[in-house]
Nanobody
Framework: QVQLVESGGGLVQPGGSLRLSCAAS????????MGWYRQAPGKERELVAR???????NYADSVKGRFTISRDNAKNTVYLQMNSLKPDDTAVYYC???????????????WGQGTQVTVSS
């Protein structure tokens, strides 16, 4: 069974940095896209960053210049480096991947359980 396992969330002061990690486990045939979403209190879930292949990326306007998404294909892991954090970044961050398991070789969306990021002084 394919699963996404997240780590790296926590409490950080404004202006600080965090790095989130998401590792895809299980028997995976191919990974098309991996990304990060977030949901803040009272708001809908929104795309933060996405990486397709090894290099093609896109970001929400609110995080451009501050966040960087990267991917280690050998480890089936995606990272989100978050710098210059501010209170508005406080949210539950969810890892998302469009993956094809070996058993089916067809793509489906998978989600992690979420990790809390709190930016506060």
């Amino acid at each position: 069974q394919v699963q996404l396992v997240e780590s790296g969330g926590g409490l950080v002061q404004p202006g600080g940095s965090l790095r989130l990690s998401c590792a895809a486990s299980g028997s995976i045939f191919s990974i098309r896209t991996m990304g990060w979403y977030r949901q803040a209190p009272g708001k809908e879930r929104e795309l933060v960053a996405r990486i397709t292949g090894s290099t093609y990326t896109n970001y929400a306007d609110s995080v451009k210049g501050r966040f960087t998404i990267s991917r280690d294909n050998a480890k089936n892991t995606v990272y989100l480096q978050m710098n210059s954090l501010k209170p508005d970044d406080t949210a539950v961050y969810y890892c998302n991947g469009r993956l094809a398991p070996i058993s089916t070789r067809s793509y489906s969306d998978y989600w992690g359980q979420g990790t809390q990021v709190t930016v506060s002084s």
